[in-house]
């Protein structure tokens, strides 16, 4: 499982590329190979872009849901819309589609923002709304996630 640290601001040019920040292409380097799905989020409105290995992880679980089930079949055909298999070229640049280019509205300035396994990729203006809005609430909502877990002494406390 890979787990990515760091938030990076970068520019895309007028072809849609951006340039891999090095810290994160560092991070990335044990499957850079494998390549990459870049997909749009369920949530939000930003990219998500997954190295091969955990998109197949989740593969794994949607390919367990019974395809005869139309809200299953929904969520599949939903879920897929737009993916795209990418990869970085030669000079460490990724290449977002137009399709999903407009779907996040990214305009100049992009914000590549680890979320443990993939990297989100965000218009910074989005991004900054998003988390100035998250803000708000941040403190119940950590707590309900995180604090309702009283498992093992050794657990995050």
Same mark, same amino acid.
């Given at each position: 499982?890979?787990?990515?640290? &760091? ?5 895309? $040019?007028?072809? /849609? !590329? =951006?340039?891999?920040?090095?810290? +994160? ?45 139309k809200?299953?079949n ?7 819309? &737009?993916?795209?298999m990418?990869?970085? $070229?030669?000079? /460490? !640049? =990724?290449?977002?589609p137009?399709? +999903? ?57």
């Amino acid at each position: 499982m890979v787990n990515l640290i &760091g938030t990076y601001e970068c520019k895309a $040019d007028a072809k /849609g !590329r =951006l340039m891999m920040p090095a810290p +994160l292409k560092k991070q990335l380097t044990s499957v850079l190979e494998e390549g990459f799905v870049l997909k749009r989020a369920v949530f939000q409105p930003c990219l998500e872009l997954y190295p091969m290995s955990e998109w197949n992880l989740l593969m794994q679980k949607v390919n367990k849901l019974n395809r005869f089930v139309k809200k299953n079949n929904d969520f599949i055909r939903r879920f897929t819309a &737009g993916v795209k298999m990418v990869e970085l $070229d030669t000079s /460490g !640049r =990724l290449l977002i589609p137009k399709d +999903l280019h407009s779907f996040a509205g990214i305009k100049n300035e992009i914000v590549l923002s680890s979320a443990v396994n993939i990297v989100e990729i965000w218009d910074k203006e989005s991004y900054e709304k998003a988390i100035d809005d998250a803000t708000v609430d941040f403190a119940q909502l950590a707590e309900e996630v995180m604090g309702n877990d009283n498992g093992d002494v050794d657990d995050i406390s």
